[in-house]
């Protein structure tokens, strides 16, 4: 950076060198801009329900990577900030969405060159004999280079259990690589809650590289049925009038069932509905159908699942 | 005796900076990228050693740059290419090929004439490197 020579004869309290670099203007709303981050938040906001912690952090790492990219420009330096991160929550929680989310929003920022993400599970890291792992687990890397790697379930790639399992080679190879290759590619830990916590209890080196810990909560009932409406308009269906207390009913219910994966069991039990939607449409006796009939899911659409019915018979034999 | 094979190869030595643009560019149009090497670059010499798979679904070219500078330190005093492989229906070829890395001395080749019949004279060329059996000159 050019530092300007006080003038001659000037009284050097007076000298415009450190105030005119103290002032140099640093434009944050153009770097803004620019990215167009502020459009990828605000979709986010708008497509995903809930999530504040998630939303919150991401925010913080969005606002990190801007005011980083400011310094870079003012020649200041803190290297690289590592963003390698762990997603931990309940099936259905958006931890995927999220990942892509975050590679698009990591690109935008030019934090990754490429903006890609690349979903993986211990399947496809881990080999099945001596020596096949490590070009699995590279190949793999090489392949996320440039953007996102996620990998589901990743507290798998551990088997304290067995200590010759191959899992443990993956997980230093990619160690190797978080550590040595940050400018490259991020890697995204995704999993349960208590598993992941005793994965990262259990390989300290994993936990000191990764560097944001986000929980993703549960939803609550009524975010549940906001995004049963989002998704419901996404596909262009929606509910009738006698539908939507229905709707509310299920949801209530399928919650206090066992293997209730949040928006996941709400998009399977929606394609159910659609299922018996068009059959509904099938058996009538009038076949002309108005736009409004191929758009509407009816009160009996939902009622004819079998979470209405098992949980009065579950209740009668509780009884 | 400096050796023109492949694309490239009449220019300067490209730097790690350039070739990674043209490997970057050789993502961009979805072809793989493999390296391979040799120490016998004969002219008909066309399949040279595998160096690891070819790279399929690569999008950056950081993950080519890391397995070409393992394949240098392996084979320091080989000659090493990058060859882009496109695999689009009907093309199934290599649309870009040249050399990253060369021995620091590179050998070159000796002529040999091969006297037949009638006093008939045939030539042919044959790289200094591989005097010696394949088996005693690995590095």
Same mark, same amino acid.
Request: net charge negative; proline share 5%; charged share 25%.
């Given at each position: 950076?050019?530092?300007?020579?006080?003038?001659?004869?000037?009284?050097?309290?007076?000298?415009?060198?450190?105030?005119?670099?103290?002032?140099?203007?640093?434009?944050?709303?153009?770097?803004?801009?620019?990215? @167009?981050?502020?459009?990828?938040?605000?979709?986010?906001?708008?497509?995903?329900?809930?999530?504040?912690?998630?939303?919150?952090?991401?925010?913080?790492?969005?606002?990190?990577?801007?005011?980083?990219?400011? #310094?870079?420009?003012?020649?200041?330096?803190?290297?690289?900030?590592?963003?390698?991160?762990?997603?931990?929550?309940?099936?259905?929680?958006?931890?995927?969405?999220?990942?892509? #989310?975050?590679?698009?929003?990591?690109?935008?920022?030019?934090?990754?060159?490429?903006?890609?993400?690349?979903?993986?599970?211990?399947?496809?890291?881990?080999? @099945?004999?001596?020596?096949?792992?490590?070009?699995?687990?590279?190949?793999?890397?090489?392949?996320?280079?440039?953007?996102?790697?996620?990998?589901?379930?990743?507290?798998?790639?551990?088997?304290?259990?067995?200590?010759?399992? %191959?899992?443990?080679?993956?997980?230093?190879?990619?160690?190797?690589?978080?550590?040595?290759?940050?400018?490259?590619?991020?890697?995204?830990?995704?999993?349960?809650?208590?598993?992941?916590?005793?994965?990262?209890?259990?390989?300290?080196?994993?936990?000191? #590289?990764?560097?944001?810990?986000?929980?993703?909560?549960? %939803?609550?009932?009524?975010?549940?049925?906001?995004?049963?409406?989002?998704?419901?308009?996404?596909? @262009?269906?929606?509910?009738?009038?006698?539908?939507?207390?229905?709707?509310?009913?299920?949801?209530?219910?399928?919650?206090?069932?066992?293997?209730?994966?949040?928006?996941?069991?709400?998009?399977?039990?929606?394609?159910?509905?659609?299922?018996?939607?068009?059959?509904?449409?099938?058996?009538?006796?009038?076949?002309?159908?108005?736009?409004?009939?191929?758009?509407?899911?009816?009160?009996?659409?939902?009622?004819?699942?079998?979470?209405?019915?098992?949980?009065?018979?579950?209740?009668?034999?509780?009884? | 005796?400096?050796?023109?094979?492949?694309?490239? +190869?009449?220019?300067?030595?490209? +730097?790690?900076?350039? =070739?990674?643009?043209?490997?970057?560019?050789?993502?961009?149009?979805?072809?793989?990228?493999?390296?391979?090497?040799?120490?016998?670059?004969?002219?008909?010499?066309?399949?040279?050693?595998?160096?690891?798979?070819?790279?399929?679904?690569?999008?950056?070219?950081?993950?080519?740059?890391?397995?070409?500078?393992?394949?240098?330190?392996?084979?320091?005093?080989?000659? =090493?290419?990058?060859?882009?492989?496109?695999?689009?229906?009907?093309?199934?070829?290599?649309?870009?090929? &040249?050399?990253?890395?060369?021995?620091?001395?590179?050998?070159? &080749?000796?002529?040999?004439?091969?006297? +037949?019949?009638?006093?008939?004279?045939?030539?042919?060329?044959?790289?200094?490197?591989?005097?010696?059996?394949?088996?005693?000159?690995?590095?």
């Amino acid at each position: 950076m050019k530092v300007t020579a006080p003038a001659p004869g000037l009284d050097p309290g007076t000298s415009p060198s450190p105030d005119s670099t103290a002032t140099s203007e640093f434009d944050l709303g153009l770097a803004r801009d620019e990215s @167009q981050v502020d459009e990828l938040l605000a979709t986010l906001d708008s497509d995903l329900i809930g999530l504040v912690p998630v939303k919150t952090r991401i925010r913080e790492i969005a606002a990190l990577l801007l005011v980083e990219k400011l #310094r870079t420009q003012a020649g200041l330096s803190a290297g690289p900030p590592s963003l390698h991160m762990s997603f931990t929550g309940n099936p259905g929680t958006g931890k995927t969405t999220i990942a892509q #989310r975050m590679a698009e929003i990591l690109h935008r920022l030019g934090y990754v060159r490429k903006g890609h993400l690349v979903a993986v599970t211990r399947d496809d890291l881990v080999g @099945q004999f001596i020596g096949h792992t490590a070009p699995k687990t590279k190949e793999v890397l090489k392949r996320a280079m440039g953007g996102v790697l996620f990998i589901d379930e990743a507290y798998y790639l551990y088997r304290p259990e067995n200590e010759r399992d %191959y899992g443990q080679e993956a997980i230093e190879i990619l160690l190797q690589v978080m550590e040595n290759q940050r400018d490259d590619l991020v890697v995204i830990l995704a999993g349960y809650k208590d598993r992941m916590d005793r994965f990262f209890a259990s390989n300290p080196g994993m936990s000191s #590289r990764v560097a944001h810990h986000i929980d993703f909560p549960d %939803y609550t009932a009524d975010e549940l049925e906001a995004i049963a409406l989002l998704m419901l308009e996404q596909m @262009q269906y929606r509910l009738s009038p006698t539908a939507r207390p229905v709707m509310v009913e299920y949801i209530e219910r399928r919650r206090a069932r066992p293997n209730f994966a949040n928006a996941r069991s709400i998009r399977n039990a929606l394609d159910r509905a659609r299922l018996r939607q068009a059959n509904r449409l099938l058996a009538r006796s009038d076949p002309r159908l108005t736009r409004d009939d191929l758009m509407t899911i009816e009160a009996e659409d939902l009622r004819a699942s079998r979470v209405f019915e098992s949980a009065d018979g579950a209740a009668e034999g509780a009884t | 005796m400096r050796i023109t094979q492949g694309t490239f +190869s009449f220019l300067p030595d490209l +730097s790690d900076e350039q =070739i990674r643009a043209q490997v970057d560019y050789c993502l961009e149009q979805h072809w793989a990228v493999s390296i391979e090497y040799t120490d016998d670059p004969h002219p008909r010499n066309t399949y040279w050693e595998m160096y690891g798979d070819p790279m399929f679904d690569l999008r950056d070219a950081a993950g080519v740059m890391v397995e070409m500078e393992t394949a240098r330190q392996t084979f320091p005093d080989h000659y =090493i290419k990058l060859n882009a492989f496109d695999s689009t229906k009907g093309v199934e070829s290599l649309r870009l090929s &040249f050399i990253v890395n060369r021995p620091r001395a590179e050998p070159g &080749f000796r002529l040999i004439r091969q006297e +037949s019949a009638g006093r008939a004279v045939h030539y042919s060329i044959q790289a200094t490197a591989t005097d010696r059996l394949a088996g005693e000159r690995e590095t």
